[in-house]
């Protein structure tokens, strides 16, 4: 399943060619949906055009082409692949949340798609001993608290741990240790959207990467230099910023 969910990463060597947007909509019950879609297209152009028959080379590339093109829960997948090992009922349960999909344009893989639908503060705490083997990539904005009016980001959530680690667990000993100079030049741009179904009352707090775009919708950018980057300097860090609703 990790080759299943991480193929992207197989090669370093293809520069700012992947994008990865992010969706959390926050729920009145104070559960959350996210939906993460990682864009190859570019990726895969320019691996076919160095070498036209690379992709067929790639056994993560003809698994991707394998998988679904609708939404598939991680528990079926697994269950069809007959590579379902766990019998604990509270990992079959977040397995079922956990869905994925492959996404195509002109018949070709773009890419793929993961999603957690309604997940709860305790999915959340499930979802970190789940991923200590799955790794998967999700948004570490998940796991700010949610109470179905009231949202508390944490802004030390503004990183890439999952990645890192996804990428880590890829990767060869000597590859994992240059992880992080890597993430700047693979990624061309990350981004999240927080949507609420109330209304925007309020928000606390400030910090550059974030941007309320209308009553309902904040926009979070990361500046994937000034992360990595010391030097870097920025205007609005708060630890905290919290949005209430309606």
């Not at 598939?72 to 007959?82: R, V, W, Y």
């Not at 000993?173 to 700047?184: Q, R, S």
């Not at 979070?220 to 910023?241: C, H, P, R």
């Amino acid at each position: 399943m990790k080759k299943t969910i991480l193929f992207f990463f197989i090669s370093f060597f293809i520069l700012q060619s992947c994008s990865i947007n992010s969706e959390i909509v926050y729920h009145n019950d104070a559960a959350s949906t996210s939906v993460t879609d990682i864009d190859m297209k570019q990726f895969i152009a320019e691996m076919k055009a160095m070498t036209p028959d690379s992709l067929k080379q790639q056994k993560e590339f003809g698994e991707m082409d394998k998988l679904p093109t609708v939404w598939t829960s991680i528990f079926d997948i697994q269950k069809e692949e007959g590579k379902l090992k766990t019998q604990d009922p509270d990992s079959i349960r977040i397995m079922k949340k956990i869905f994925m999909k492959t996404n195509k344009e002109n018949n070709e893989p773009s890419g793929f798609s993961l999603k957690m639908e309604h997940f709860t503060q305790s999915d959340h705490q499930l979802l970190k001993s789940y991923n200590k083997k799955e790794k998967l990539p999700f948004d570490q904005n998940i796991f700010n608290n949610w109470d179905g009016k009231t949202l508390t980001i944490n802004t030390e959530n503004f990183n890439l741990k999952t990645i890192e680690e996804a990428l880590k667990s890829k990767a060869s000993k000597e590859e994992a240790e240059k992880v992080e100079g890597m993430i700047t030049m693979f990624f061309k741009s990350i981004g999240t959207t927080l949507k609420f179904e109330n209304k925007i009352i309020s928000i606390s707090g400030k910090h550059d990467w974030v941007k309320q775009m209308d009553n309902y919708t904040v926009k979070i950018d990361y500046d994937l230099k000034a992360m990595y980057d010391k030097e870097v300097k920025l205007k609005n860090t708060d630890k905290k910023i919290v949005i209430v609703t309606e």
